[in-house]
């Protein structure tokens, strides 16, 4: 089975600090997403990479920035953690023509911005 | 550009009811419509995907959803539901041929009830 792992399941950090949040998957996938989901605004698009040291925005970009030196290695990056950012972070991967074949998720981090 | 909603934050049934899901889309190119079920504490998993010829679509776990392009809909069904069918479900949509962008409902929180 297509695993994506991602490093922390929960994870507390105080304001103004960097926080990395990792995700790995082992099925040689190009694409990687990651999302953030808040209760009533669902899953919302924060960055993807179609291939390695590729990215591009998607609709929540602010205060966010990715790193993908290695295939299957997608981090996002909260340069300098604001409360408002407290929510759970979802990574996925896909194949190619992935929303045919389907995201496979990783179990998500939730990440508490003191 | 695409949108999603789905119209119940929640929705509560008792054990062996009928149950609806209810998605609309927007979008002016064709499209593929899909279901995601998240389970508490878990990522999200595929449960069931339009992408071209019967309009009535089923997973193999009893349910069914419907697309209907002249009401841009994809509403979830299931005829009898399951304690074990507690979950969120997330409606999501992305561009026929597109490499691989979902955009996500706000997601439905079903509710069973012994």
């Known amino acids: 089975d297509v695993k994506v792992t991602q490093s922390s399941r929960y994870l507390v950090k105080r304001t103004g600090e960097k926080v990395f949040l990792e995700c790995v998957q082992d099925m040689d996938h190009e694409n990687m997403f990651w999302y953030r989901q808040d209760p009533g605004l669902g899953l919302r698009l924060i960055y993807f990479s179609y291939d390695v040291k590729m990215k591009e925005k998607g609709d929540i970009p602010e205060g966010y920035s990715v790193s993908r030196e290695k295939k299957e290695r997608f981090s996002l990056i909260l340069e300098s953690a604001s409360t408002n950012q407290t929510s759970m972070y979802l990574c996925?991967?896909?194949?190619?023509?992935?929303?045919?074949?389907?995201?496979?998720f990783g179990s998500g981090t939730r990440l508490t911005v003191v | 550009a695409q949108s999603v909603t789905q119209l119940d934050s929640q929705v509560p049934v008792f054990e062996e009811a009928p149950v609806e899901l209810r998605c609309n889309y927007s979008?002016?190119?064709?499209?593929?419509l899909f279901w995601y079920v998240q389970y508490p504490n878990q990522g999200l998993q595929l449960l069931l995907k339009y992408l071209s010829g019967s309009t009535l679509v089923e997973s193999i776990n009893g349910f069914e959803a419907e697309f209907n392009k002249s009401q841009t809909s994809f509403h979830l069904r299931k005829p009898s539901v399951h304690i074990s069918d507690t979950a969120e479900y997330f409606c999501?949509?992305?561009?026929?041929?597109?490499?691989?962008?979902?955009?996500f409902g706000q997601g439905t929180t079903l509710q069973v009830k012994p």
């Open positions: 999501a949509v992305t561009i026929s041929g597109n490499t691989g962008k979902l955009i």
């Open positions: 979008s002016s190119v064709s499209v593929y």
């Open positions: 996925a991967s896909s194949s190619p023509r992935g929303a045919v074949y389907g995201y496979t």
